[in-house]
């Protein structure tokens, strides 16, 4: 633990939750979910609404194998954390902060804490990975001064709670009365810096690799989680951050990366979460003194939650020094239900983690967590996370980009977690996030998440399906499209149109116990014939398992989704070299069998609609049976060109003689339109006139017990494009004249769905 440098921002999420009373933001009961898995989630995909770019940024981690990033091609990887706010670049040392007794440490490589990497080993594997850097610039005012001093010396202040087992000559900082260490010297492990040390640092990083417009970092954070500072860093920074403590460094560091670097990207204020959205660390200070009845910062600011307050002075710089300073607006959010940086849990934490995600654009979601409790302003309760922060920027600043460059809900060891974390992905995709990274902080050996294998775990599956979900490198799309769930409870769907090949790319998530069909339409788009699909599910936890191709129709397809399952379908856009596929099937109201009246009379006797079976063959009294089975082929295009079709039906049985060896070849006759002009069976459908008889002539050949037979190129124009297709079944020879019945039973349109008639068609559009 000697080397532990990056810390998990847990801390932060209990930190204020203990903090502050219950007059202010504290935890309350909240309300719950039901879901309803009785019904099918039908999906509307419209290319033509809603359109936007997708940023590829939004896919970016905090900690990335050189190998892991190579294969998902990760976009941006954030060097950042509580130690990188006490980060030296000249020696490579930092401080562990509150999170393991403030001590100066070497930095070391997060997966294994006995190999050194500082900023200059960190940025080059990610120029070897072609990932973009985001680099944290300490404002502080402190750096470490080497690698073994720390900041409450058992030397100095004895009789503290407790000490460093490894280090036994550093404590917590924390007398044995639970007071804390006060009136230390910064200097016991720091040197004061100014912001010209970290313009000098820009500048090395701009001469060592290039400026952030020629391959060089492109983005810097003005430190992290300030917030905090007088928790995290109250060694060197006792005092409780302010609006103006805030905006007055963010100007002259920021400025101090400008100066180095004028193009860079600068992201701030690297805000801790939900509390730190609203108030200054000493707002909620004072408040929690006074009974949350007066905020300092906030009345003396103009009466704007600090967010808020930031973007507008950032804005009036720039009105008034012609430089923008903010690029990006840099936010923490962990959602505070208890999912994040957390084991998937039981039935009931899993559902609420998949539930929690919707805080993230959902206005009508009452978060279930102390935020959303009745003690709450209304406004508060509902976390809304990205139109809130659109809504401010808009208000305050625009132009500003949105970052969330710390997030966790949990669960990445196990299906659950893949599932969320595959709908943040598209929530930020579709909603207009600019950038993102997830915050997945190893402990190597011994990490209870599992996060120092993160790339075996579930969750990187969730990234691979957005980046590399064929293995060869293809992604989703970037261009957001409308794409609408009708139960995004049960089935979240997410849709882009990529510029590579046209294609429009699907995510569709599963995450119900049920597996669901979909009628999936298809708006202001044409697509070929055929899809691939792609699905990481919980019946495979170890790969993307590429699925058939799925069969497509111009205005979409059905398909069915696995339980806890995230699937990829790839729609390519029409070219006429894939043909559609329609399978339509036999209408159980209007197919059946007739029973010939006498043995030569040829007209129908009896008939029934009604029966799972149809009789092909003759009765006892040499009455020959024949059966018409009825497909409403309207469904296909006006205009469509069929390329080929396929009649297809089941052996149900048989009595007596199979009538093959007897009756000679099975005939079908066609009918374009219905027998005797009358889609219902009628009795005169036993000698009515085909379109053209002996269309198709069946033997006794059958596979899996499916007859089946395919028309010539000059029989497709018996099919009816407009309405009703019939056949009309019966035998070569009408009977055998032997006064024993010797029939075969097929299944009709009223057998189960597996077994019914089909007429399989496949086509093209001119």
């Not at 973009?132 to 470490?144: A, E, K």
């Not at 016991?188 to 313009?199: E, K, L, R, Y």
């Not at 494009?721 to 299944?747: E, K, M, P, V, W």
């Amino acid at each position: 633990m000697k080397n532990r440098f990056t810390v998990s921002p847990l801390f932060a999420i209990l930190l204020i939750v203990s903090l502050l009373s219950t007059q202010g933001f504290l935890p309350t009961s909240y309300p719950t979910t039901n879901i309803n898995l009785s019904t099918p989630v039908n999906i509307i995909i419209d290319a033509g609404s809603q359109a936007h770019s997708i940023s590829p940024y939004i896919y970016g981690l905090n900690f990335a194998k050189e190998s892991f990033a190579n294969e998902i091609d990760l976009p941006l990887r954030r060097w950042g954390g509580n130690a990188t706010s006490r980060y030296n670049w000249q020696s490579g040392k930092t401080n562990t902060a509150n999170d393991w007794y403030y001590e100066n440490t070497t930095v070391t490589n997060a997966y294994d804490w006995n190999t050194i990497e500082n900023h200059n080993d960190w940025i080059e594997q990610n120029i070897r990975t072609d990932t973009d850097s985001l680099i944290t610039i300490p404002m502080l005012g402190y750096v470490s001064k080497d690698g073994t001093s720390c900041g409450f010396n058992i030397a100095l202040y004895p009789n503290q709670q407790e000490v460093d087992p490894y280090r036994p000559s550093c404590g917590n900082g924390v007398w044995q009365n639970g007071s804390y260490v006060t009136g230390n010297n910064p200097l016991d492990t720091s040197i004061a810096v100014n912001p010209s040390f970290m313009q000098d640092w820009a500048s090395t990083m701009v001469s060592d690799y290039g400026s952030s417009t020629s391959g060089g970092v492109k983005f810097y954070a003005l430190d992290n989680e300030p917030e905090l500072w007088s928790d995290t860093h109250r060694d060197i920074h006792p005092a409780h951050q302010t609006y103006d403590e805030l905006l007055e460094k963010s100007i002259n560091y920021g400025e101090a990366v400008k100066a180095a670097d004028p193009n860079a990207n600068l992201l701030g204020y690297v805000a801790f979460g939900w509390s730190g959205y609203w108030y200054s660390y000493n707002d909620l200070i004072i408040a929690a003194q006074n009974g949350y009845t007066y905020f300092p910062d906030y009345a003396t600011h103009g009466n704007k939650y600090q967010v808020e307050w930031y973007l507008a002075q950032m804005n009036q710089y720039e009105q008034t020094n012609d430089v923008r300073l903010l690029d990006y607006l840099d936010l923490h959010y962990y959602p505070e239900s208890g999912v994040a940086l957390q084991l998937a849990g039981g039935a009931e934490t899993q559902a609420l983690r998949l539930r929690s995600t919707r805080s993230l654009w959902d206005p009508t979601y009452r978060d279930e967590s102390w935020i959303g409790g009745n003690d709450q302003t209304p406004e508060m309760r509902y976390v809304k996370l990205i139109p809130r922060m659109h809504g401010w920027i808009n208000n305050n600043y625009p132009g500003t980009k949105l970052a969330i460059t710390e997030y966790n809900f949990g669960g990445l060891e196990h299906i659950n977690g893949a599932l969320a974390q595959a709908e943040v992905l598209g929530i930020f995709g579709r909603e207009g996030v600019d950038m993102a990274a997830l915050w997945n902080y190893p402990l190597p050996g011994n990490d209870p998440l599992g996060y120092d294998n993160f790339e075996n775990l579930p969750g990187a599956y969730a990234f691979r399906m957005f980046r590399n979900y064929d293995g060869n490198g293809s992604k989703f799309g970037g261009t957001s499209i409308s794409a609408i769930s009708d139960d995004r409870s049960k089935l979240s769907v997410f849709a882009a149109e990529r510029s590579e090949d046209g294609s429009i790319t699907v995510i569709a998530i599963n995450k119900t116990s049920t597996a669901i069909t979909s009628n999936v339409s298809l708006m202001n788009f044409v697509p070929d014939g055929l899809a691939k699909v792609y699905r990481y599910s919980s019946a495979n936890l170890n790969a993307i398992v590429q699925q058939p191709s799925l069969p497509l129709e111009p205005n979409g397809f059905t398909y069915g989704f696995p339980a806890n399952s995230i699937t990829m379908i790839v729609i390519p856009p029409y070219t006429g070299e894939n043909p559609y596929g329609k399978t339509v099937i036999s209408a159980a109201t209007q197919d059946g069998w007739i029973l010939e009246s006498t043995e030569t009379s040829n007209v129908g006797g009896t008939m029934n609609s009604t029966a799972s079976t149809l009789n092909l063959g003759d009765d006892s009294a040499n009455r020959q049976y024949r059966a018409i089975l009825s497909f409403n082929t309207a469904a296909l295009p006006d205009d469509a060109v069929i390329t080929s079709a396929t009649l297809k039906f089941k052996y149900a049985g048989k009595t007596g003689t199979l009538p093959f060896s007897t009756h000679g070849s099975l005939l079908a006759d066609i009918r374009k339109g219905p027998y005797s002009n009358n889609p219902a069976l009628q009795l005169n459908d036993f000698k009515a006139a085909a379109s053209k008889n002996n269309l198709l002539s069946f033997t006794n050949d059958k596979v899996n017990n499916w007859y089946s037979k395919s028309f010539t190129t000059a029989n497709f124009q018996y099919i009816n494009l407009s309405g009703i297709t019939q056949f009309r079944l019966r035998f070569q020879i009408d009977d055998n004249h032997d006064f024993g019945a010797d029939f075969l039973r097929i299944y009709s349109g009223n057998a189960a769905a597996a077994d019914r008639p089909q007429l399989i068609i496949k086509y093209t559009l001119p």
